[in-house]
């Protein structure tokens, strides 16, 4: 009721549909948001505020410190010295490892050949989860077993759990919370989770990410063993759902388009000359059609349709003025559909990324959000997990021809945006 009616300024942001008098929108469990979508105020807004909404405190007790929860001080220290752990010539290092994973799921995938179709995310979900934790943990095979199992287990467990919570709006309250079941599965699956991920530091082989940690913590004193651990789940958690339901959509997008999919085929065959070499780094920047395809499904399938931001000072926008003290949701799913990139929006067409006047259309670096806005966007971005989609898509798709039907697919809104009908996809040997 105070911010619904006493702390609006004249100048407010219209309120959502299904606003009521004195309730707002309470009965939608949602409390008082607003939701941007124009791309000058979601920027102005994404670099002005870097606190998150208290929904991502839900994971503080599993990720405390790590990027994606740390509070907007803290994180600005961390991010400063995590960056260098992913920059190119590091990233360069994990393309072999990267091959080598995705030959694993091409192989893994003839146990799947001519049937109608099948749940394909079981089998790019365990790509990326070897992918992630080998390159920024650098485990060993038997150490990896515990990854691909007990760990991926329990942090579906507990994303599920987060969502549970979300839902049950009186479970926000953590006086409340702290006495219910979901609290008491949460402590269960921490112990586990903590209990995989605390040792790592002592027995990894290959590890530049986790290196630099390391290093860093010896020779600035500035991460404690808690902190390491706190930035090796969040890397796993912030890259494990998102890049799973990215490729799933990129995969069943391919599916949907045969003469797109042939036009990468080809391209493929042309940049590798017709051999079965594991894609270097020079090839892979040759696929600029396969990467047109990938964007396209960034912008219309987003792993993370919308971003949470706690506001901590009154900002003007260009119509309005949002108060400091409320959140605010940005619409990445509505950026992508925006005017401004033409009459067909809402049209599946990767060629949209090649035409040279795309250059001045994302002058407005917002309008492309799938990895997020601003400074506080996805450390992993571009060269991490455009890379392993990028090695993965190009060696299944010269291997098989894949049937599928993205618009068939109903999704609904987990952490990140996850097809409930299933990730049904159809495969055939290439002659
Ligand atoms: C297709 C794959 C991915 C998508 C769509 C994606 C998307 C995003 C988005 C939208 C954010 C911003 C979240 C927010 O503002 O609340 C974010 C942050 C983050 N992502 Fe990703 N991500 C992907 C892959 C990865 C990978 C592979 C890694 C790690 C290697 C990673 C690590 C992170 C981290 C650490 C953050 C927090 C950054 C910060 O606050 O400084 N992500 N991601």
Not at 281 to 288: A, F, G, R, Y
Request: glycine content about 4%.
């Amino acid at each position: 009721v105070w911010t619904t009616w006493f702390r609006q300024k004249p100048d407010a942001p219209p309120m959502l549909p299904g606003f009521l008098p004195i309730i707002g929108h309470s009965h939608h469990l949602i409390g008082d948001r607003k939701l941007l979508s124009d791309p000058d105020d979601c920027l102005k807004l994404a670099n002005t505020c870097y606190s998150k909404s208290y929904i991502y405190d839900f994971a503080k007790d599993f990720i405390n410190n790590g990027l994606i929860t740390a509070d907007a001080a803290t994180w600005k220290v961390n991010r400063k010295l995590l960056n260098p752990a992913f920059n190119q010539q590091v990233l360069d290092t994990f393309i072999n490892e990267m091959n080598i994973q995705a030959r694993n799921v091409v192989s893994n995938l003839k146990n799947e050949l001519d049937k109608k179709s099948f749940d394909v995310l079981r089998h790019i979900v365990s790509f990326t989860l070897s992918t992630v934790s080998r390159t920024s943990l650098g485990l060993a095979d038997e150490d990896q077993k515990i990854i691909d199992t007990d760990y991926a287990a329990a942090i579906d467990s507990i994303f599920a759990l987060y969502c549970d919570r979300f839902q049950k709006v009186w479970l926000h309250l953590n006086f409340i919370f702290k006495w219910s079941e979901i609290k008491r599965k949460q402590d269960r699956l921490l112990k586990i989770l903590h209990n995989i991920m605390i040792p790592v530091r002592y027995f990894c082989k290959f590890k530049p990410i986790l290196d630099q940690m390391l290093q860093m913590a010896s020779d600035h004193g500035v991460f404690s063993d808690e902190d390491i651990r706190e930035h090796l789940d969040t890397l796993v958690a912030a890259s494990y759902d998102t890049t799973s339901s990215a490729m799933t959509h990129m995969l069943l997008a391919i599916a949907t388009y045969p003469e797109i999919q042939d036009r990468i085929y080809n391209e493929i065959q042309e940049v590798m000359q017709n051999k079965d070499d594991d894609f270097t780094k020079h090839d892979l920047q040759k696929l600029v059609y396969l990467e047109a395809v990938m964007k396209e499904t960034l912008r219309l399938h987003s792993a993370t349709p919308i971003i949470g931001r706690k506001i901590d000072v009154d900002i003007k926008l260009k119509n309005c003025t949002i108060r400091a003290n409320s959140t605010s949701i940005i619409g990445v799913y509505a950026l992508h559909r925006h005017p401004l990139w033409g009459p067909d929006a809402n049209e599946f067409k990767p060629e949209r990324w090649l035409d040279p006047s795309i250059s001045s259309l994302l002058e407005k670096p917002a309008l492309f959000a799938a990895f997020g806005i601003g400074k506080r966007n996805c450390i992993g971005r571009k060269s991490y997990s455009m890379l392993m989609m990028k090695i993965v898509l190009a060696h299944i798709v010269r291997q098989y021809h894949i049937s599928g039907d993205i618009n068939k697919v109903v999704c609904e809104f987990d952490i990140v945006l996850k097809p409930v009908s299933g990730h049904h996809i159809g495969l055939k040997l290439r002659s």
